[in-house]
């Protein structure tokens, strides 16, 4: 680690005697104290930082990859795809020790390329006040940082029924010895996943999210680290277009849009344990929307529901730690293996609609959504060479419902993809 440090003072001299000074106090008043150095540093420590005495702190972040995809939609046809996945710039940092900072930009994202931007006051341990764009508290797999994801992707639940990033104010906070941590803010929209193609979805969201880990301060040793949360957000829908739930890499839809009018609940559960070089998870979400006055007649019409759920576990089979994410003990570049991780996820999501075209008297022009879903399974090995490099390669399972409204109707339903990343993180 190299840290080169700047050190400036003013010295002022303006030695001047007033009315029924003595020379000693005159002498006094043209020698003032010297100003305190002010020191600029730069460290290449886990993240490019610098630092102004001890008022600010600012620190670099980057993430870029790079991901090829194989995979066949029609029998005896292979595709392949190739694509810059994330080329992401963050500028964090602190001042005072008391107000903490975040802006991130996404290159290549004309639609959404700035992600986080917000600041965040730390008051005390148990009362912080956070105000920007952000994530919105609801989901576990949603609040992982990119770049410490077991998997190249993030479930179907984080992906579609978490709200995702939007605009707002939330407090936060947690008890000492990490017991209990709470979330709970308003937001001007409904998050970014929730979106319409016409920018439109949502608005004046309530969520929030507590976490207890009820055997961290007990001495249970292999219980220590299980940790349950729930979370909840309330939105409210002006005859706007519902959710819609993708494939996993967009080729197909799991269900459609439909138009939506009232009000929206979502409803999270989650749960996780990890220690040592092991670690699993679980979570489960759904997502009601109401529909009112929307029948030909003003009535109201049934409301639509869709559910995710996943579990999913890791090993670092070189016996790393997981903390985030995994450091080799020895890089390749120290002619170390690196460290070395297999995980694998089952997950499904589905939409199941109170009512459909066959138990409703003319529904049939109502266009309902049918019900359908889909059950995705990934395994997945990471070879982890430095800290800031990681090889991934995940082989993915779909099947779909209903075969004949998926994208591989030829192939039953069943679509398997062979995905590989390269990541490099600063």
Not at 89 to 116: I, M, T, W, Y
Request: charged share 25%; glycine share 10%.
């Amino acid at each position: 680690m190299t840290t080169c440090g700047v050190a400036s003072a003013l010295v002022a001299s303006a030695p001047s005697t007033a009315l029924g000074q003595t020379e000693a106090d005159s002498a006094s008043a043209a020698a003032p104290p010297v100003t305190p150095a002010r020191s600029i540093d730069f460290a290449m420590e886990e993240h490019p930082t610098i630092r102004v005495g001890s008022a600010l702190e600012v620190r670099l972040r980057a993430r870029i990859e790079t991901s090829f995809r194989r995979y066949s939609l029609e029998p005896d046809v292979i595709d392949d795809d190739s694509e810059w996945r994330r080329r992401r710039v963050q500028v964090e940092g602190e001042l005072f020790k008391k107000l903490e900072f975040q802006v991130s930009h996404e290159f290549g994202d004309p639609d959404e390329p700035e992600r986080d931007a917000f600041v965040n006051l730390r008051l005390r341990r148990s009362f912080e006040l956070q105000g920007g764009r952000f994530k919105m508290p609801f989901g576990r797999d949603v609040h992982i940082a990119g770049a410490n994801l077991d998997l190249i992707q993030r479930s179907a639940l984080g992906r579609h029924l978490a709200p995702g990033r939007d605009v707002g104010m939330m407090v936060h906070g947690r008890s000492r010895g990490r017991l209990f941590a709470y979330q709970a803010g308003y937001f001007i929209g409904d998050g970014d996943n929730a979106r319409s193609p016409t920018g439109r979805g949502g608005d004046h969201a309530v969520a929030g999210r507590a976490l207890v880990s009820p055997f961290a301060r007990t001495k249970v040793r292999w219980a220590e680290p299980l940790r349950f949360g729930v979370a909840a957000v309330r939105s409210h829908l002006d005859d706007v277009q519902g959710q819609k739930g993708k494939t996993a890499f967009g080729d197909g839809l799991v269900f459609d849009r439909t138009f939506v009018n009232g009000t929206r609940w979502r409803l999270g559960l989650e749960s996780e344990w990890e220690r040592g070089p092991v670690s699993v998870s679980g979570e489960y979400a759904s997502l009601r929307d109401q529909r009112i006055g929307m029948g030909l007649d003003g009535s109201d019409l049934p409301e639509l529901n869709a559910h995710a759920w996943y579990v999913a576990g890791a090993w670092v089979v070189t016996g790393e730690e997981k903390r985030g994410r995994v450091e080799p003990r020895r890089s390749v570049l120290q002619g170390g293996l690196g460290a070395v991780e297999v995980a694998a996820r089952v997950e499904r999501m589905d939409l199941s609609p109170d009512a459909t075209p066959a138990t409703l008297p003319g529904a049939t022009v109502l266009k309902l959504p049918l019900p359908n879903g889909e059950r995705i399974t990934t395994f997945g090995a990471s070879w982890f060479l430095h800290t800031r490099v990681r090889v991934q390669g995940n082989f993915i399972v779909e099947d779909f419902d209903d075969p004949a409204r998926s994208p591989v109707p030829r192939r039953n339903g069943r679509l398997t993809s062979v995905f590989v990343n390269l990541q490099f993180v600063l």
